[in-house]
């Protein structure tokens, strides 16, 4: 993880309970960790927002693998546009601006991913949709209209010898990065050879 905030010029510190706390450049974008507080999300990303769009926030629970997290931070920088640089904090200091990724974006392009990847999903009364994998270990659900839910979650089920994990999006997190975290568990899994004891199951 440092190795990817050094090479796009983040700062980061370590807190005194452990915690890591990074900001982008422009300071816009904070990523957190607490790997140590049994009671809040080990990782956070926040995006603030501009005067035409909200901000979002993303949350994953301690199981969720950095590697996933990462493979987000990723996706946000390289959907993020540079801007001409403005002045920085001191006289004569530039600071390189980025356009970050805000707004909803469309639903409809997790769907169709869903859709291209064999998932099986409902939709209930409110007009939320719930998603299964192929597989049924891996959980989408999208919830555009329930105030009291976070509008996007991704869960994956855990094994005997590894816990499940969960991440979470309020409703102004860009569909795009919910897709490019999607794409990258999809892309991460590695298939699991058929056996005579699995087909006895």
């Not at 869903?114 to 270990?137: F, I, M, N, Q």
């Amino acid at each position: 993880m440092t190795a990817f905030l050094r090479e796009h010029g983040w700062t980061w510190g370590i807190e005194a309970d452990g915690g890591l706390h990074a900001a982008s450049p422009c300071t816009r974008v904070q990523m957190g960790h607490r790997p140590d507080n049994p009671n809040a999300d080990t990782w956070t990303i926040a995006v603030d927002g501009t005067a035409r769009q909200s901000g979002w926030r993303a949350r994953f629970n301690r199981h969720t693998p950095a590697e996933l997290v990462l493979d987000l931070l990723t996706a946000l920088v390289s959907r993020s546009t540079p801007r001409p640089d403005v002045c920085g904090r001191r006289t004569g200091d530039t600071v390189p601006r980025r356009n970050w990724p805000t707004g909803e974006g469309n639903a409809n392009i997790v769907s169709a991913f869903l859709y291209e990847h064999g998932w099986a999903w409902v939709v209930d009364a409110d007009g939320g949709l719930h998603a299964a994998s192929p597989c049924t270990r891996v959980y989408v659900g999208y919830q555009p209209d329930n105030p009291n839910a976070d509008t996007w979650t991704i869960a994956v089920d855990g094994t005997a010898r590894q816990s499940g994990w969960r991440a979470r999006f309020d409703r102004h997190t860009p569909a795009e990065l919910v897709l490019d975290l999607l794409t990258a568990l999809v892309s991460r899994s590695t298939p699991r050879p058929v056996t005579a004891t699995s087909l006895a199951a």
